[in-house]
């Protein structure tokens, strides 16, 4: 199975910037589908971005505007990149890979906290 491990994540000020990196020990070429997704303290996982094995993209609300996704298949690495940081963006960001047969793997999650 794949494994996925992100990074880039830490401390930033509100307007700030920070770029998520989620790189995979094989071929992400073989995930139809790659998302982030986030869960802040006490509350549930939320859908961020995500996007498909042909470039297709999606957002969640509270994200669309400011966040952009994108994958690198010769690199084998997904990307979020994120701007405007506020701090209800606060949260651990986990990425996500799935198959065309519904397996799917999970990052072990980045801190991303925004202060005011």
């Known amino acids: 199975q794949v494994q996925l491990v992100e990074s880039g994540g830490g401390l930033v000020q509100a307007g700030g910037s920070l770029r998520l990196s989620c790189a995979a020990s094989?071929?992400?070429?073989?995930?139809?589908?790659m998302g982030w997704y986030r869960q802040a303290p006490g509350k549930q996982r939320e859908f961020v971005a995500s996007i498909t094995s042909v470039g297709s993209t999606n957002y969640g609300d509270a994200v669309k505007g400011r966040f952009t996704i994108s994958r690198d298949n010769a690199k084998n690495t997904m990307y979020l990149q994120m701007n405007n940081l506020k701090p209800e963006d606060t949260a651990v960001y986990y990425c996500a890979g799935f198959t065309s047969t519904g397996s799917g793997s999970w990052g072990q999650g980045t801190q991303v906290t925004v202060s005011s």
């Open positions: 094989g071929r992400i070429s073989s995930f139809n589908f």
